[in-house]
């Protein structure tokens, strides 16, 4: 009997293993959609197949929102893919437009002022299609003032399918959008409206003369040839970490329009922003928004260069030293704690201190009160004694007169 084989994705049989199998992306698309597919079956058929006080608009709305489901490629990495996070995604151009649906709605962010852009959109040679598909056009300051509250802007981001913004505006929008629009699939795409530098005599491109009142804008031609070619580009958000999600397809699309566009992907970020190439991919998935991750390719190494490697002894040295500093760390944390614990006693011991003080001068306050008192009772009684030793001796003279006038 053959051994089976164990290996969860297939290698190319001939040239660099640093290439992806078409065979085992196609085989990985497949399956995806049919997962896909059968799981909004099944809950179709749990739901009732068809809820009859529905309207047939909402059915088939349900049906749409099913297919709309976005299909995502994770490539993993072995080292952070940048070093920092950066407001500009970067594009890649697909074979298969995610934005190609004639019955979608765009929004245009624009630099102020906004009437030169709606004026190029509307031109006679600007394409009639893509104009129709452009449904709105909003300057920078007029997003700020009118669109302040949460209710507002998330009525923003329900009227339109897809949002456009012009390069020189990309940065200032998470701050004006917030995660209404940064927190689920509706981006704002960066969009290049300035006009191409022209040449000198020597070759190299001049920048256009800036007028400070006015944002400079490319012809009609130059900008629907732009809008449409960033249409049809996956956007790709970067952050310092090892993992790495782009859009690639949806679900009603065919998996051999998958497959394609995760081979474009997948060649756009080699080529344009991962740093030592398919040296430091470690892994390739595709995935749903509620489906396990199916692999393409993985990684035989988990380093980039033999100089990351380490012998046994370095090893041993490396851990010993992480050791050390771990010790040194604690150590540092324990006499910071003990400082801590330090700092507190005292100032129970203060507050002992101050409490007992308060406790002895309330107990020198009623002495003084209760010696008060008995001096003032002390004076009272002699002062009566006095007023009755009078009264006694006034008595006695007053007998004494009244024996001498009856005696005479």
Known sequence: ??????????????????????????????????????????????????????????????ANSSL?????????????????????????????????????????????????????IAHESFPTVLSSRITRVIGISKLKA???AFETR?????????????????TLLPRLLGKIFYGGSKRPIPVSLEPYKQKDATGKR????????????????????????????????????ATTSVRVGLANFSPEQVADNVEAVVNGMVEKFVTKGWRNIRAVHVKGPNTMALPIWLADELWIDEGDVLEDEEAKEALELASQK???????????????????????EDSDMSKEMAERREKLKQQKKEARE???????????????????????????????????
């Open 326 to 348: 771990n010790r040194k760390r604690k150590g540092r944390e324990g006499e910071e704690e003990g400082i801590s614990k330090g700092k507190k006693a005292k100032k129970l």
């Open 206 to 241: 001049q920048a256009a003369p800036k007028n400070p009142g006015m944002k400079s804008i490319a012809p009609p031609a130059q900008v629907a040839r732009e809008i449409e070619r960033t249409l049809s580009c996956a956007q790709v958000h970067l952050s310092p970490t």
């Open 1 to 62: 009997m053959a051994p089976v084989s164990t290996a969860l994705t297939s290698k190319v049989q001939s040239g660099s293993p640093y290439q992806l199998d078409k065979s085992q992306t196609l085989k990985a698309t497949t399956a995806l959609l049919k997962h896909i597919h059968s799981e909004a079956k099944r809950k179709e058929t749990e739901s009732g197949a068809k809820n009859l006080l529905a309207a047939d608009d909402d059915s088939s709305d349900e």
């Open 68 to 120: 709309d489901e976005p299909i995502w490629l994770v490539l993993t990495t072995k080292k952070h893919i940048v070093d920092k996070k950066r407001l500009k995604p970067g594009k890649i151009y697909l074979p298969h437009s995610l934005n190609d649906a004639a019955t979608s709605t765009t929004c245009l962010i624009t630099a102020d002022p906004q009437r030169p852009f709606k004026d190029t």
């Open 374 to 408: 008995q001096i003032d009772g002390g004076d009272v009684a002699g002062k009566k004694k006095c007023v009755g030793d009078a009264e006694t001796g006034k008595s006695k003279v007053k007998t004494k007169k009244v024996k001498a006038i009856t005696a005479s």
């Open 154 to 170: 998330r009525q923003l981001r329900d009227e339109h399918d897809v949002f456009l913004a012009d390069e020189r505006v990309i």
């Open 146 to 148: 009118r669109y302040k």
